[in-house]
């Protein structure tokens, strides 16, 4: 955060694409950097743009962590396929946000050390800031500012695998959280979340969301890679957004099975681990769980023929979050546990 108390200088940050122009154009938010490798060079983060007649400006994001490979996938794939005259309306494609991290293959930049380069703890972030909080500026003062809705795809990166789900929040605003709850459900993921988050001061989401702007977001599986399924899902959740919120012509496209309508409602969700050692999950994602039960065991990997440390269920619900790699460390989260609801909001 700034330290100065005037008004906060201009983006360092520059656009090679002209955001109110038609038709289809590819480009780069410029980001100006000194360092070893290049005395004057730039952070390159792709943008497409497609802007055609009058209508809303949706932003879809992937990236904003970078081994989260469903969205990023999806919209490098999107950004070569929408057509202006599929659009009514302007739809910005950023598929990797922080594009240093999605370049490393990391969750946060190595630009940035430590978590200084989780660009989803950076807002809204400072333009005097290092190269995340820059990023994160830019899109608050930027971008959000001249969208109406916003998708953010995220999932479980390396370290977790997540049910495929869109999620809202509980907003002041009353017609705000019910629009961001229909673009949710519309998604067509099969499940949708009212989602608790651990530490929201800092998210993107609450940076859109204090603008008034609609927001939807998703974890959409995880372990560090994309599958067939997780990316279908993925893609066809993406058209969905756009077509509920007006700016492509078609018909959303729901599961086939009823989506599934969880909450997340406080931080007895998350269950993380108080031991190093190796994680047995006794459960597969999606599986129902009742309070009291053994959800996971973690064993002593310095001697043999010790019991494991076991962990129980705080709640009733699904699992719906789970430690990927099976080496745990404390503090980690091993699971989250959400409920199960007949209707959301
Ligand atoms: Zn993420």
């Excluded at 480009?27 to 950097?33: A, N």
């Excluded at 494609?93 to 293959?105: E, H, K, L, R, Y």
């Amino acid at each position: 955060m700034s330290n100065s108390t005037g008004p906060l200088r201009p983006s360092p940050i520059s656009a090679t694409v002209d955001f109110e122009a038609g038709g289809v154009q590819h480009g780069f938010l410029k980001l100006p950097v000194s360092n070893d490798e290049s005395a004057w060079g730039a952070v390159m983060i792709p943008v497409t743009v497609v802007k055609n007649g009058e209508g809303p400006t949706a932003l879809l994001t992937g990236g904003n962590h970078g081994d989260e490979y469903e969205g990023i996938t999806a919209l490098h794939k999107l950004s070569s396929r929408l057509r202006a005259e599929d659009v009514q309306g302007r739809v910005i494609i950023v598929p990797m946000m922080n594009t240093p991290a999605c370049m490393a293959g990391r969750r946060t930049s190595p630009m940035d050390a430590g978590n200084a380069g989780n660009l989803n703890r950076s807002f809204p972030g400072d333009p005097d800031g290092n190269v995340t909080e820059k990023i994160a500026d830019y899109f608050t003062r930027v971008m959000v500012p001249m969208s109406d809705v916003v998708l953010d795809l995220h999932s479980g990166g390396r370290t977790l695998d997540i049910i495929p789900f869109a999620a809202s929040h509980v907003l002041d605003d009353a017609e705000q959280q019910r629009s961001a709850l229909e673009g949710a459900k519309a998604f067509g993921a099969p499940y949708a979340i009212m989602m608790f988050e651990l530490d929201a001061a800092a998210l993107f989401d609450t940076a859109v969301e204090r603008q008034g702007k609609i927001f939807v977001a998703t974890e959409l599986g995880g372990g560090g890679t994309s599958t067939p399924q997780s990316l279908a899902i993925t893609e066809r959740g993406i058209d969905n957004f756009l077509i509920h919120y007006g700016l492509v012509e078609g018909e959303v496209e729901m599961p086939a099975e009823p989506q599934a309508y969880l909450d997340m409602p406080d931080a007895s969700c998350y269950v993380q681990s108080e031991h190093t050692g190796l994680l047995e999950l006794t459960l597969a994602l999606g599986d129902t769980v009742t309070q009291g039960d053994v959800i996971a065991r973690v064993y002593d990997m310095t001697r043999s023929g010790v019991a494991p440390i076991e962990y129980r269920a705080q709640r009733d619900g699904v699992l719906a979050a789970r430690r990927f790699p099976s080496s745990v460390n404390m503090g980690d989260t091993i699971a989250v546990i959400a409920e199960v609801v007949e209707s959301l909001g």
